[in-house]
């Protein structure tokens, strides 16, 4: 089965204590991305992966890290996390070969800081 | 600046009859434009894309217009039933870069 997968679901955390969200797709998808999703805001992107090794920063990159070391897999790394960063996380994938950007999301990951 | 607007307030509708959501946009020249469903606490899951040089696009029950002069989307769903309840979402692409820019969508909800 196509999908994207997440974890951990769900996370409550401290503030500063470092944490790591994992995401992983199975479609041979070149395209990665990472949203936060906030009540009247919508989801805003963190950051997005072109492919192996390319990223780039979306519109709300501060406090966020990422690697793509490998092309199904991309985590999202929150160095130290606040309070501002709780929030409910997707990853999402797409393929070039589609040329129109349709994503496929993960189940998300609710993200408490304290 | 650009921006994507889509009515906050809930819609409210009784099965059987025709929801239509409404998405517009502003200093935007998207290419296609893209739906999404939403249920609570779940990912966004696709429903429809159409294309710029598309006027209309169907899809089951589904159907989305797309008017780039008026720089609004319409999103029907004919027929609705209580299951059709969720946010929807309408989503851009930003100048072809392989990125979507999403509206903060617009929930729907289906009485019996």
């Known amino acids: 089965e196509a999908q994207v997968t997440q974890n951990p679901r769900y996370l409550i955390t401290v503030t500063g204590k470092k944490l790591t969200v994992t995401c992983s797709q199975n479609?041979?998808?070149?395209?990665m991305s990472w949203y936060r999703q906030d009540p009247g805001l919508g989801l805003r992107q963190i950051y997005y992966s072109m492919n192996v090794e390319v990223t780039d920063k979306g519109d709300v990159p501060e406090g966020y890290k990422v690697s793509r070391k490998e092309k199904r897999n991309f985590p999202l790394i929150l160095e130290s996390p606040s309070p501002n960063q709780t929030s409910l996380y997707f990853c999402a994938s797409s393929s070039y070969e589609t040329r129109t950007d349709t994503q496929y999301f993960g189940p998300g990951t609710r993200l408490t800081v304290l | 600046s650009q921006k994507i607007e889509q009515n906050s307030e809930a819609l409210n509708i009784q099965e059987g009859k025709t929801a239509t959501l409404t998405c517009n946009y502003t200093n935007y020249s998207p290419a296609y434009l893209q739906w999404y469903r939403q249920d609570p606490g779940r990912g966004p899951v696709f429903l429809l894309l159409?294309?710029?040089?598309?006027k209309e696009k169907r899809k089951e029950r589904l159907k989305v217009t797309f008017d780039t002069t008026l720089k609004q989307s319409l999103f029907h769903i004919t027929a609705s039933q209580p299951a059709d309840s969720a946010t929807y979402l309408c989503a851009l692409d930003q100048d072809s870069s392989y990125k979507l820019i999403f509206g903060s969508g617009t929930r729907l909800l289906v009485r019996p």
């Open positions: 159409i294309r710029e040089n598309e």
């Open positions: 479609m041979n998808h070149e395209y």
